[in-house]
């Protein structure tokens, strides 16, 4: 088969993936998620394996501890967060009236005198716009708290998601041989090495970045609420949770925190505490991307922050909640396959002309 044809054949295939994730993409998070927790439970498996246990005695030892573990922290920590949930929801209207006052009557009138327009004109224009934007916020949040496609979404979570890691997780060995036997005899020792650099990767920055996110979420949680903010348990543990979403969960949670902060200081003028509730990101930020990340994440990932919030994006509009799950590890994988792309071009004709010095070769088996 001459390289066009394989250019061609794996271009369709790669065509026919984006298709079906692009189709299916409202289903999937459940056997995404249970296919991560497989992958992530495998080497413990393995381990479990070697000490004498079968497959499958290890790999119903391994999930029933895992479920043990969710469940204990599901009953401890869902009550609380249900509840102080329903008492951010009832609150929001009221702050937002309250920034709303702040901003328009009191500091508007203050720099109003400075500005090249009269406040009168664009103040109405502020009420509905905040009015309509609280109202708004509101009711998305209760249609994703209390809506029909919520409540199916965790359902299927919890249920869906153990049953396909059980079964993915005993039969992992036994898929990646297969796997393995399919590959282009011509081209395996690439693609497994490819792979290797590929799994090495997405295994690091998993376990690494579930890591981050524990503590991130510990951090969050108890230095808002010793600061005194209102539900501060609640939103340091939503950062902590989407953390593993790069830059969403800082951005957003450091909105939610000062808008939070403003609403409930300012009436009180106690603008000190506005600034600890600042000064607790800025140290979050810190300690995730000078300690946590360089420690814990190390070279896993090696891509640049512009190609990553550009792999979140994409994959996000394309296929929502899964395609920010699945953002980092596939740009990962294609960072590999551009990496390798670029090594194999400066070894080419193409880069080097007619006349000149192949080089050593790379290993990578196959014709140009």
């Known amino acids: 088969m001459t390289v066009q044809r394989q250019a061609l054949y794996w271009s369709f295939v790669f065509l026919g993936l984006l298709a079906f994730l692009y189709i299916f993409s409202d289903i999937l998070l459940p056997f995404i998620a249970g296919m991560i927790l497989a992958y992530v439970l495998d080497p413990m498996a393995d381990r479990l394996q070697k000490w004498g246990l079968g497959r499958l005695s290890a790999t119903v030892v391994i999930l029933l501890l895992f479920v043990l573990a969710f469940l204990i922290a599901l009953f401890i ?13 009832a609150r929001v209207p009221g702050w937002i009236a309250q920034l709303q006052t702040f901003v328009v009557s009191d500091t508007m009138k203050r720099i109003a005198e400075y500005l090249p327009f009269q406040i009168a004109d664009v103040q109405g224009l502020i009420d509905r716009a905040v009015a309509n934007g609280a109202k708004v916020f509101t009711s998305v949040l209760q249609s994703i708290l209390t809506g029909g496609q919520f409540i199916l979404s965790i359902l299927s979570l919890l249920v869906i998601t153990p049953v396909v890691a059980f079964y993915l997780l005993y039969d992992w060995d036994d898929m990646v041989a297969a796997i393995d ?13 490819l ?51 790069p830059f969403v969960g ?14 409930q200081f300012v009436p ?33 990932v090696q891509l640049h922050p512009v190609w990553l919030m550009f792999a979140l994006f994409a ?41 000149g010095d ?3 070769k790379s290993g990578a088996g196959g014709s140009e």
């Open 358 to 360: 192949q080089g050593p």
């Open 181 to 193: 036997g399919w590959l282009p005899r011509d081209h395996r020792s690439v693609i497994r090495r």
């Open 268 to 300: 009180e003028q106690n603008y000190i505490m506005i600034l600890v509730v600042a000064g607790i990101f800025v140290v979050g930020q810190f300690m995730e991307g000078n300690i946590l990340q360089p420690r814990l994440m190390g070279n896993h």
């Open 195 to 245: 792979v290797a650099e590929m799994s090495d990767m997405i295994a690091g920055f998993v376990r690494a970045q579930g890591l981050i996110c524990l503590i991130l979420a510990i951090f969050y949680a108890a230095a808002l609420s010793l600061a005194g903010l209102n539900f501060g348990l609640l939103i340091g543990l939503m950062i902590g949770l989407i953390s593993f979403i």
């Open 250 to 263: 800082a951005i957003l949670g450091a909105v939610v925190s000062i808008g939070v902060a403003l609403a």
């Open 77 to 89: 920590f869902i009550p609380l967060v249900v509840q102080q949930a329903n008492d951010f929801l």
């Open 315 to 355: 994959f996000g509009s394309l296929f929502g909640f899964v395609g920010m799950l699945v953002a980092v590890p596939a740009a990962a994988c294609i960072g590999v396959l551009v990496r390798f792309s670029i090594e194999r071009y400066l070894q080419s004709r193409l880069y080097l002309g007619a006349g």
